[in-house]
């Protein structure tokens, strides 16, 4: 994918999935204190906003001014201020929506907190640009539990408790319509969302046959409105996931055995723990392509340094041992400065830009 293509996907298709995702996550805030039956306080969503939209704002003036360039939700008017905002309002969201922290505000707003400064302070190089690679809702989530033992996850049931049977199957054939339509219109990733759900129950028959798990009990958590909230609006997330279909099933594939891993060892909170160990293993995996990419730069930039004190050592003559060195199609060496011409293709752009 090249640059021009990157921010031609970022107008057209990252700015215009968030703001669906946004309206959507809101939606679902708002039914559920009013109608579904949610049982996490009314403040939470408000905490966690809060903490969110400040640290966003906050990161973004630090770099803004260390950079000597203008924040990027100024000069646009509100509209430009919403839409800079959208992602820490989705993962603000989140976090609210599925931890339950009784009636503490704290974990909530420390959740939110660790989401949004996860995007700047862990990232890595890719390609031309920094780019963090954890999921950031996920990882909020996944390290407030850790931290805070007595902290859980929202009970499945709160999200149909009031619905009556009708309801029951209303909201997740909505979910399941809205999130297909949404993924492939704006984040293509219906090849990772199919390759999670065929994972998910392949690793639930695995352990059926091989630990004696009981088989059904472990399908049930893909019939919760959960679980397609997680598949549909949390393990798509687009600059955390590869673009490549290859990409996107193997990191489905790799989730969804992750968690069977944690079940059969009988961890709690799989989905969030499995997401982030893989997002953290492609970081970690993208970080060491990068390296590889420096140092082929670096290799190919070296004969710039040595090949002017070679011409000073034979200053005037062209003896028959000192042949013309014709050049490698990856360098192209400027006769005037000395100086290779890297060839784009040939420094790790196959492992880097498929990574996107």
């Not at 708002?30 to 969503?45: K, M, R, V, Y």
């Not at 969302?193 to 695995?206: H, K």
């Not at 730069?297 to 060195?325: F, G, K, M």
Request: glycine residues 6%; hydrophobic residues 50%; positive net charge.
């Amino acid at each position: 994918m090249t640059q021009a293509q990157k921010d031609r996907w970022y107008q057209a298709d990252r700015l215009g999935g968030l703001r669906r995702f946004a309206a959507a996550i809101t939606i679902l805030n708002i039914l559920g204190h009013t109608l579904l039956g949610f049982e996490p306080a009314w403040a939470h969503p408000f905490v966690a906003m809060s903490a969110a939209y400040s640290l966003e704002i906050l990161l973004e003036v630090i770099d803004a001014r260390s950079n000597r360039r203008t924040p990027r939700f100024m000069g646009g008017g509100i509209r430009k201020f919403i839409d800079f905002i959208l992602s820490a309002h989705i993962s603000a969201m989140a976090v609210s929506m599925l931890l339950y922290a009784n009636d503490r505000w704290m974990p909530v707003a420390f959740a939110a907190a660790v989401a949004i400064g996860s995007k700047a302070l862990l990232q890595i190089r890719c390609g031309d640009r920094m780019r963090h690679f954890l999921n950031p809702s996920n990882f909020g989530i996944t390290v407030t539990l850790l931290l805070f033992p007595w902290v859980g996850i929202a009970q499945p049931y709160q999200f149909t408790e009031n619905l009556g049977k009708y309801g029951d199957w209303i909201l997740p054939a909505i979910i399941i319509c809205s999130g297909t339509f949404l993924n492939w219109r704006f984040t293509h990733r219906l090849p990772l969302i199919a390759t999670w759900l065929t994972m998910f129950a392949l690793q639930a028959t695995a352990r059926h046959f091989v630990l004696g798990t009981a088989w059904i009990p472990a399908l049930v958590p893909m019939t919760g409105v959960a679980f397609l909230l997680f598949t549909f609006y949390m393990i798509t997330d687009p600059p955390t996931t590869p673009a490549t279909k290859r990409g996107q099933i193997a990191f489905g594939v790799a989730v969804a055995s992750i968690y069977g891993l944690l079940m059969a060892s009988h961890i709690v909170f799989g989905f969030f723990f499995a997401l982030s160990i893989v997002t953290a293993t492609r970081g970690a995996y993208l970080w060491y392509l990068s390296r590889i990419s420096d140092r082929e730069a670096s290799a190919l930039l070296a004969p710039a340094i040595s090949a002017p004190s070679v011409a000073h050592a034979h200053p005037a003559t062209h003896s028959d041992h000192a042949l013309p060195v014709r050049p490698t199609p990856a360098t192209a060496w400027n006769s005037a400065t000395h100086a290779p011409h890297l060839a784009p293709s040939t420094i790790g752009q196959t492992a880097l830009g498929g990574a996107d």
